[in-house]
């Protein structure tokens, strides 16, 4: 069978690969921890499931307009005047299918074959593939542990081309969990200034999961504030993955052609759906803050574990539920019948040896590392992080 060359420019998502292999194991009757997957083991709180239900009596259950229906966009407005003091009108939201498909979206709405998009590393691994899919060219930014993952605005500048059309990244970053100070952003948004021919794309989705303080959106620059697109959504903060609800905020001109774009792959998102994120973004936020203490107690406990275990470098996240820890030093190391030659490797050493899953770095755009999830309960991280020590420590 001849299929399209289409299928040939990307990959297939990495986090969704390890996912799936640790299926199969536990197929067979072995016991694996799933440190890889980023999703919340939370339930979705009850308020929202309940306005669910009274959707369905009320029979919410036909077409929606394609960006979503009146009243969500408008609660969005509000959560985004409430939370971040943006000012934003209905006509420049659109809700689509999960924030997956608002970066979609939006990407396509922007990128022409061999325009570039400056994407600062480590990455969410769906950035570059959806940079790919458009025929666009990926520029990475290379950051380290000691920058704590972020760029900075000399190099940002040095990044830019008279070819680059957007810049593309998250605060809190999906896998760092490196967070953007304000003082941060705005000298980045003094770069953007000299350069109005690009858009900036700024995925919000961990915004609530933060260890640091306040969220602080790129958006709140007002001589930028038309070129920014803010991806956000309802699956990180409300524990809501399955019920794949996202959107974007821009402005009015973007939101039409990201509307036009769906209009024709999926129209407008699940009705069921979108009365429970009203619920969400409108009423008490108390569950999802919560979660986050929980969050952070995990964190706390993850990152004694992970230094513990000699070889490895790992910096603090500020914020989502991952740490990014450097696993280089067990490059090249044995243990009689595997070798690890690289991040990828090193994975699937831990899946076979500890029945452990992780992401190897590679697919976040830096290979020295690798990505352990703590959106698990305690006591499966410190199984986890027992058997990874255990399988290490026949490495030579």
């Known amino acids: 069978m001849e299929l399209s060359s289409l299928l040939e420019r990307f990959s297939e998502p990495e986090t969704l690969k390890m996912a799936k292999l640790g299926r199969e194991l536990r197929a067979k009757g072995i016991d694996v921890i799933d440190l890889s997957l980023g999703e919340p083991d939370f339930d979705t709180p009850d308020h929202i499931k309940e306005a669910a239900i009274q959707a369905i009596h009320d029979n919410w259950s ?20 409430r939370d971040n003091n943006l000012d934003y009108r209905p006509e420049c939201i659109v809700a689509s299918t999960g924030a997956k498909q608002s970066l979609a ?18 990455y969410w691994v769906t950035y570059s593939e959806l940079v790919k899919i458009s025929r666009g060219k990926v520029v990475e930014i290379h950051t380290t542990t000691e920058s704590g993952f972020k760029i900075n605005a000399a190099e940002l ?5 008279d070819r680059t059309r957007v810049f593309l990244f998250s ?8 967070v953007y100070s304000i003082e941060e952003l705005e000298a980045l948004a003094n770069v953007f200034k000299k350069h109005p021919g690009i858009h900036i794309i700024s995925d919000e989705i961990y915004e609530y999961i933060n260890f640091v303080g306040k969220h602080e959106s790129i958006a709140s620059f007002p001589d930028i504030k038309e070129r920014v697109i803010i ?51 409108t009423s008490d936020l108390r569950p999802s803050m919560d979660m986050v203490k929980e969050f952070t107690r995990r964190r706390k406990r993850v990152l004694e574990l992970v230094q513990e275990i000699p070889g490895i470098e790992c910096s603090e996240p500020d914020g989502a539920f991952y740490i990014f820890p450097d696993v280089s030093h067990y490059f090249g190391k044995t243990d009689g019948t595997t070798k690890i030659n690289n991040a990828g490797d090193f994975c699937m050493y831990l899946l076979n040896t500890a029945h452990v899953s992780s992401v190897m770095g590679d697919a ?33």
């Open 62 to 81: 036909h077409y929606t307009p394609v960006p979503g229906f009146l009243d969500l966009r408008e609660a969005i407005c509000t959560k985004l005047k």
């Open 364 to 396: 976040f755009g830096e290979p020295r590392c690798v990505r352990f999830s703590f959106a698990n309960s305690m006591e499966k991280i410190e199984e986890g992080f027992r058997r990874i020590a255990g399988a290490l420590s026949k490495l030579q």
């Open 105 to 122: 979206n939006a990407i396509l709405a922007l990128v022409d074959e061999g325009d570039e998009v400056i994407i600062p590393t480590p």
């Open 171 to 178: 605060s809190p970053c999906n896998p760092s969990g490196a």
């Open 157 to 161: 500048e040095a990044a830019i081309t």
């Open 231 to 281: 991806v956000n959504g309802l699956s990180k903060g409300f524990a809501m993955t399955g019920w794949r609800l996202g959107y974007i905020a821009g402005s009015a001109a973007i939101a039409k052609a990201c509307e036009k774009l769906q209009g024709q792959f999926t129209s407008g998102p699940n009705s069921i759906a979108q009365k429970a994120a009203v619920a969400a973004l």
